[in-house]
């Protein structure tokens, strides 16, 4: 890295960039305690090279006088590489594997499907999830009733980003056609996706490392986070993952984190695409807080400590000084460490604090009392410098933790003061080679994450780096056609007299090429100049009309006798030529060369040339003759049905309910059309069990018999039964699909037969 040479004076602590990451949690709330070191300050200087920073005091006062520098800092620390349904593999797993026993449970047990996206970035992630699900229930709405998905993130900028919805075509690259027709919405060379999957997706700004976990879900996909993260932290965020999962929960690992490997919270279902799901752990008690102890194991009886005497014996034990400070500003406790170390007597218990000189030595302790209970957080101070009489100076670690109760209120705060004083020592010592030293190990120990770590740094560049060559491309291409443009208009200066020549030419060809479009086109083309005469006659009205082109082309239209009634066209022509209209449309009754008489529908258009007013108009002539026969044949259909006294349904395949009814099922149900799309036809048969009517029509659905005949009673809205002769039919290529279905009252049928 270039910038290295330029920094190894801040090698070690560097405190300098200790307090630019203070900085940056104290602006914009983003806690990067847990991250490694190593990668976050990698990103860091990576930003400042392309802004030209030497060092990390230089970039601090850069970000205090322009905050808008946060957003590219943050962009490039948090690495937002994500896409729809990227890696296609792990997602055709989710979909096999993951979704359908997530959708079966919820259909089994009546409870809502929660799933959590962690990491979301810019929202790619989530709405494939949400995309996977909706499939799975058999559509948006089924999808929102069912479920939600909760996606969180570090950065606001991208989260804003993802409720928009919004993105670009190289984006929806990776959306299978099918799914971006259903959930999308195409405007401006962008894709939104559909409102009813939005509005089921929520999003909020999420630290994993120190928030507490979404709780009671299903499925959580926190791809490629875990990378970033120190073992330890990487640890306590699974056992956090592990909590939110209900028992039989799934969680979806990047290709890189291969942490579950070895834990015991999950069992592998697809370890090659780091899919696991979690393990019960019926033997362990976990408090509220996150501790856990021992109730029962295999083969050995219950654990006769009670907690509330092992947790006081722990404290007691302790090597850790601990001091609680109640609401009311007063010491409420101090284990026999913190008597020994800080110098207090029993009767400093439930004295203020603020009397005691621990409360400003080592440092002012209540400002950070009420910094903690305010954050609801904890507070760490660090090395701090403590003199104690006739001894040698000790370094303190303080950690300042607010505590709540069950009822989610705080009730004391916590400090805990570790004696760091060796630690610190070698620090000092061995500053220099405890960072090089840290560095390789970590590197030994996650070579597999750090090279998926730069992967996605390698996967950012490139994209800068096409970005770039795209603009290196655009500015070659417009210096080629400048060039171009000189170097012909050297040559038309050479050689005037031939260009001019191969233009004729060429506008001759064009000419011919136009001609033959004309000619060989299935209308009637007619170009008229202002005087509305003749300039093009293509073949179609040739054989139409029975006049060449050179018969009529420089003649005047309106006198032409071609079987045509052109005369009624008159004022059509001259409002599109006056631009009083953009165009026309008429329909009119004609006699073609043959003597047939056809319905032509002529169509007129303003010639236009650039934005100038209209040079003339063109005309285009259809044989409408046989569509208005076809229509007029479908609308006398229609009407038969219509009227019919047979009862003709439209059902809706998988529902049964009415979606169409004739006049004769409205008269003989007694229902109006709007009342019978609240109903389904099993609702009108009493004797039939909906259940028993799917059975009944499935090898209808399935395509295996064309259609379907039964007998049943059907109930009318004055309670009348009566039996009817039910023939349906599944017309499954119409859009929508629909089953038809034939009614006839058999009343009379059976009324004979009874008499026979």
């Known amino acids: 890295m270039t910038m290295g040479g330029r920094m190894s004076g801040t090698d070690g602590p560097e405190p300098d960039f200790k307090d630019l990451i203070d900085y940056i949690q104290e602006q914009r709330g983003i806690d990067f305690h847990g991250y490694k070191r190593t990668s976050l300050r990698r990103r860091i200087i990576r930003r400042m090279e392309q802004i030209n920073v030497e060092d990390f005091a230089t970039y601090h006062a850069l970000l205090e006088a322009n905050p808008e520098e946060f ?447 004309l000619r060989s086109m299935g209308a009637g083309i007619v170009v008229l100049d202002r005087d509305l005469r003749v300039r093009s006659w293509n073949r179609w009205s040739e054989n139409t009309w029975g006049l060449r082109a050179e018969e009529v082309i420089g003649h005047d239209f309106l006198p032409l006798d071609i079987g045509l009634p052109v005369q009624r066209l008159h004022q059509d022509l001259h409002r599109v030529l006056l631009s009083e209209e953009p165009q026309t449309l008429r329909e009119l009754r004609a006699t073609d060369r043959r003597g047939r008489p056809i319905h032509v529908r002529v169509r007129i258009l303003p010639l236009l040339r650039e934005e100038r007013a209209p040079e003339g108009v063109v005309l285009v002539m259809e044989d409408v003759t046989e569509a208005m026969r076809n229509e007029d044949y479908i609308r006398h259909l229609g009407r038969i049905i219509g009227q019919s006294l047979n009862e003709v349904y439209f059902l809706d395949p998988k529902t049964l309910r009415f979606t169409l009814v004739n006049h004769g099922a409205e008269e003989k149900l007694g229902y109006s059309l709007m009342q019978l799309r609240q109903t389904a036809i099993t609702d009108l048969m009493p004797g039939i069990a909906p259940e028993r009517m799917h059975h009944l029509i499935a090898p209808l659905l399935s395509g295996e018999r064309r259609d379907v005949v039964f007998e049943a009673v059907l109930r009318s809205s004055g309670g009348r039964d009566y039996p009817v002769e039910v023939c349906l039919q599944h017309f499954r290529d119409e859009q929508p699909p629909f089953v038809l279905a034939i009614v006839h009252d058999i009343s009379e049928r059976q009324r004979l037969a009874g008499v026979g």
Not at 151 to 180: C, F, G, H, I, N
Not at 214 to 225: A, D, K, T
Not at 322 to 342: H, I, K, S, T, W
């Open 71 to 517: 957003a590219e800092l943050l962009n490039t620390v948090l690495i937002n590489v994500t896409a729809f349904f990227r890696d296609p593999e792990t997602w055709a797993v989710l979909q096999r594997e993951v979704v359908p026993r997530i959708v079966e449970w919820h259909r089994t047990s009546g409870t809502g499907i929660r799933v959590w996206s962690a990491g979301c970035a810019s929202g790619q992630e989530p709405y494939s999830l949400a995309m996977l699900f909706a499939e799975a229930l058999g559509g948006p709405e089924a999808f929102c009733r069912a479920a939600k998905i909760y996606a969180t993130d570090l950065d606001e900028p991208s989260l804003q980003l993802a409720r928009q919805a919004t993105y670009t075509e190289a984006e929806m690259d990776s959306v299978p056609p099918d799914l971006r027709q259903r959930y999308f919405e195409a405007s401006n060379g962008r894709s939104t996706l559909i409102r009813d999957l939005r509005r089921c997706v929520i999003f909020g700004r999420h630290n994993i490392v120190h928030d507490a976990p979404i709780g009671h879900v299903n499925l959580i996909v926190c791809r490629n986070l875990l990378i970033y993260l120190e073992a330890s932290t990487q640890e306590e965020v699974l056992a956090r993952l592990h909590y939110a999962l209900v028992d039989g929960g799934y969680l979806c690992l990047g290709k890189a984190e291969t942490q579950l490997a070895r834990s015991r919270l999950f069992e592998p279902l697809d370890l090659r695409h780091r899919i696991f799901r979690k393990t019960g752990s019926p033997e362990r008690h976990r408090s509220i807080g996150g501790s856990i102890s021992l109730l029962r194991g295999a083969g050995i009886e219950r654990v006769a400590v009670p907690p509330a005497r092992l947790q006081s014996a722990i404290v007691d034990g302790s090597a850790i000084a601990y001091l609680a400070v109640d609401m009311e500003g007063q010491l409420a406790f101090a284990n026999p460490a913190a008597r020994r170390l800080l110098e207090l007597g029993e009767a400093d218990i439930g004295r203020p604090f603020q009397d005691l000189s621990i409360s400003y030595r080592p440092t002012e302790l209540r400002s950070r009392i009420e910094e903690a209970q305010q954050k609801g957080r904890m507070v760490r101070l660090e090395n701090l410098e403590f003199h104690r009489a006739g001894a040698d100076p000790l370094r303190l670690t303080i950690e300042v933790t607010p505590l709540f109760g069950q009822d989610g209120q705080q009730f004391v705060t916590l400090l805990g003061f570790t004696d760091t004083t060796h630690a610190f020592m070698l620090a000092q010592e061995l500053q220099g080679v405890q960072e090089g030293l840290e560095t390789h190990i970590e590197e030994l120990q996650s070579a597999n994450e750090e090279l998926e770590t730069t992967n996605e740094e390698l996967q950012s560049t490139r994209e800068e780096l096409e970005t770039t060559n795209e603009e290196l491309q655009s500015t070659n291409e417009e210096l080629e056609t400048t060039n171009e443009e000189l170097r012909s208009t050297n040559e038309e200066l050479e050689v005037a007299n031939a260009e001019l020549r191969r233009q004729s030419e060429e506008a001759a060809d064009f000419r011919r090429y136009t001609d033959a479009i």
